[in-house]
């Protein structure tokens, strides 16, 4: 006889299961274009360099540990290479990284021996002490480096220069691969750095299709048949079959539909829903037999109301608001199209010098504003901080949704009421 909080622990253990041990989804021409790169490093020796490219937890992180894996798995790559993992949050500075490049490498020895020469003699020494033979013969090395764009701040750059030279001249067989979110990491990199790179640049995006985004979330409810591991079995047939059956049908609620849709347009990282699945699983107690369109409703809405930029919109002054609506209505004028900040300056204007007459503010407290509100990311630069435009011609997109915006002005204690009305008037009108 299977007692009820046995039943709950095991769905407990299932679902946290699949949703820690993820298996990449799709992205196959980019999962065979990283394997063919790091295959051609390590079995003939060709060093190369790449970036992937991709907004936050849209899976570049596990789609580069899954080529590694496929690496692992060929029978002609197996145990011919090494891999070091370097993180931008951890390795602030080059010695730092060399040190933990040493450590990864497990030629710690060798680190006594040259501590006189230069870095980029350390790095060379230590990459060539694990050659052996010829070069095809000697052992690749995959660099994995996460938060690259941290890397380009460290000091002349030289890790990067030396890793991307060491790549370019084929002196050690090494594929550098560097993960970031920052789609205009390239130009982050100094000339010297610059030149010595491939420019192989693979772009993710978020995958925002709300049918395959239930997809996912009925995969990560569904409970298996049988159990692949050695436990012992404890969830009966009919036990899985309403599970399974009652997830998919309270994933066709209307409202758990909608609150899907919705946060697909506040946060579709699928990271974000896999916490709040993860929150799901949790909660599971003896008295959950099957999966209810309410529970799920409950967890959705508790993260969705939890909206990071609701909360910083609160926050903001009367003046950083007036510069959110004039954003907005530049938006809404131009279809969305980026702004500067001359631009929403105009808007700001247009409404201030019909409602405030004198209290018009000066342009430069109006441009430090404008800043902080790139600071708070809630604009975003296009294409990065160019250096040949004037900072207030630097084009930029607005991170807001209209709805965030009318909720924080709804919801502001003491906005002026011409600020309020202005925000929900028509600026096309
Ligand atoms: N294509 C996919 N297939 C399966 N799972 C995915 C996929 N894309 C994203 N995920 C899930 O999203 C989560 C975040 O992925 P990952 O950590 O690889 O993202 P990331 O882009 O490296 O994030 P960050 O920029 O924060 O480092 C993972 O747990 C993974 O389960």
């Known amino acids: 006889m299977v007692h009820l909080s046995e039943t ?5 253990q299932c679902l946290k299961k699949s949703l820690c041990w993820p298996r990449l989804r799709g992205l196959e021409s980019e999962r065979a274009q990283i394997f063919n790169v790091l295959k051609r490093t390590v079995c003939f020796g060709e060093s190369d360099s790449l970036i992937v490219v991709g907004p936050k937890g849209c899976g570049k992180s596990l789609l580069v540990n899954t080529c590694l894996e496929d690496l692992e798995l060929d029978e002609q790559t197996a145990e011919a290479y090494s891999t070091v993992k ?13 040190k933990d490049i040493i450590q990864q490498l497990h030629v710690d020895e060798l680190e006594g021996d040259r501590v006189t020469g230069s870095f980029a003699d350390n790095l060379l020494f230590v990459l060539q002490s694990l050659e052996s033979g010829d070069r095809k013969s000697s052992k690749a090395i995959i660099f994995i480096l996460d938060e690259f764009e941290l890397f380009c701040d460290h000091r002349n750059q030289t890790l990067l220069y030396n890793l991307f030279d060491v790549a370019q001249s084929a002196q050690a067989p090494i594929c550098v691969v560097g993960l970031t979110c920052r789609g205009d990491v390239i130009e ?8 010595r790179f491939s420019h192989r640049q693979i772009s993710l995006f978020y995958n925002t299709d709300l049918s ?31 599970w399974n059956d009652s997830a998919k ?3 066709e609620d209307e409202t758990v539909t909608s609150l899907l849709k919705r946060l697909l347009q ?17 909660e599971i107690d003896a008295d959950t037999r099957t999966v ?28 950083e ?26 808007q700001y204007l247009k409404f201030a010098s019909q409602n405030m007459g004198h209290q018009v503010t000066q342009k430069p407290i109006l441009y430090k504003v404008f800043e902080r509100l790139k600071d708070l990311e809630l604009i975003q630069p296009v294409g990065g901080a160019s250096k040949t435009y004037k900072k207030e011609f630097q084009l930029f997109t607005f991170n807001l949704l209209h709805s965030q915006v009318n909720e924080a002005v709804q919801s502001y204690v003491g906005l002026p009421t011409d600020v309020s009305h202005w925000a929900t008037s028509n600026p096309t009108a």
């Open 8 to 12: 709950a622990s095991e769905v407990r």
């Open 86 to 98: 370097l993180h931008g949050l951890v390795h602030t500075d080059d010695n730092l990284a060399l």
């Open 188 to 195: 982050l990199l100094e000339k010297r750095v610059k030149s």
């Open 212 to 242: 395959q985004r239930k997809a996912v979330v009925a995969s990560y409810l569904t409970l298996p048949y049988s159990v692949t591991d050695q436990q012992e079995r404890l969830l009966p047939y009919e036990f899985v079959k309403a």
């Open 249 to 251: 049908e309270a994933l």
């Open 266 to 282: 506040v946060d579709p990282s699928e990271k974000t829903m896999k916490n709040i699945l993860f929150r799901f699983a949790c």
């Open 292 to 319: 209810t369109a309410k529970r799920l409703k409950d967890v959705f809405k508790r993260q969705i109301n939890v909206d990071m930029k609701k909360d910083l919109l609160k926050d903001l002054s009367v003046l």
């Open 321 to 346: 608001i007036c510069m959110v609506i004039a954003m907005k209505h530049h938006c809404d004028i131009y279809d969305g199209e980026p702004f500067n900040f001359e631009m929403v300056l105009k």
